[in-house]
T-cell receptor
């Protein structure tokens, strides 16, 4: 149980276009989901907390207009990288919180902007 | 400000011996700690956790020790197996400004030698 599906696993897009990444909790309801970014050989950096039915909470230094987060249902959160640039190339990972203490992670999305 | 630190970027251990991965934290608000295993281009997989009210938790080959006074925790894997080779992340949970958040260390790459 407690599976989080993240799609796509890999995406290559042209500079200036937008890319949407989906994160679904398959067998549980997730009122809170999280989006992380990982640079090569570095830690997972929390970008934002996605709350179902309300606005996402962004970490300091993360551009809200660049990384649009929508959490319209209890099982789906989306991250849209708008007007992507090569420096946005990274590994993005979502996770869903399972109260009281659990977190389940998606398999990640490798974004390459060319 | 790195609140969760894994000071060893890599560790090499002989198969069958004990692997000890260390993690230090600075924020006394952390109330729950988790260890994750991660392969390249995949999401983290949960291994074991410990509440701040305990000092030890064991699950099969994995044991986590917590020393609250030293703000230090460690993951012991015994006996180590080649399949344990991966990057291990220490993570700490806290309620920050009314929201639950997970903060990750930088990770330690564990290599088990046959």
């Amino acid at each position: 149980g407690a599976v989080v599906s993240q799609h796509p696993s890999r995406v290559i897009c042209k500079s200036g276009t937008s890319v949407k990444i989906e994160c679904r909790s398959l067998d549980f309801q997730a009122t809170t989901m999280f989006w992380y970014r990982q640079f090569p050989k570095q830690s997972l950096m929390l970008m934002a907390t996605s709350n179902e039915g309300s606005k996402a909470t962004y970490e300091q230094g993360v551009e809200k207009d660049k990384f649009l987060i929508n959490h319209a249902s209890l099982t789906l959160s989306t991250l849209t990288v708008t007007s992507a640039h090569p420096e946005d190339s990274s590994f993005y990972i979502c996770s869903a919180r399972r109260p009281p203490r659990g977190y389940t992670f998606g398999s990640g999305t490798r974004l390459t902007v060319v | 400000d790195q609140q969760v630190k894994q000071n060893s970027p890599s560790l090499s251990v002989q198969e069958g011996r004990i692997s000890i991965l260390n993690c230090d934290y600075t924020n006394s608000m952390f109330d729950y700690f988790l260890w994750y295993k991660k392969y390249p281009a995949e999401g983290p997989t949960f291994l074991i956790s410990i509440s701040s009210i305990k000092d030890k938790n064991e699950d099969g080959r994995f044991t986590v020790f917590l020393n609250k006074s030293a703000k230090h925790l460690s993951l012991h894997i015994v006996p180590s197996q080649p399949g344990d080779s991966a990057v291990y992340f220490c993570a700490a949970n806290a309620e920050i400004q009314g929201a639950q958040k997970l903060v990750f260390g930088q990770g330690t790459r564990l290599t088990i030698n046959p």
